[in-house]
């Protein structure tokens, strides 16, 4: 019913920036919050940014002050902008999105996820 099509990730250098964006289509009827989560080998899958329909964002302790999120909501779209990006922010980054479909209730939201993209800094 829903699909989250993310872009955006590769390779970049120590210092390097990237912007990732994630699409989201389907029977939606709202999506009250969209996010980022990352998952390095052997890690857990660890939050990087969410942010609500209104714009209000929190993020992880380790991305503070160099990544930003935002959303389109016209676009159902949205974006993780990296900054200093150092070879700890190696791993997959997945889109998150607390989606409630059509001819369903604001109560009965369902998360959904992407496939994951890949980011890889080189030192």
Known sequence: QVQLVESGGGLVQTGGSLRLSCVASGSIRSIPSMGWYRQAPGKQRDLVARI?????????????GRFTISRDNAKKTVYLEMNSLNPEDTAVYYCNAVVVVIGSRAADSLPYW???TQVTVSS
Not at 52 to 64: A, C, E, P, R
């Open 52 to 64: 609500t329909f209104d714009g209000l964002t929190n993020y992880g302790d380790s991305v503070k």
């Open 114 to 116: 992407g496939q994951g």
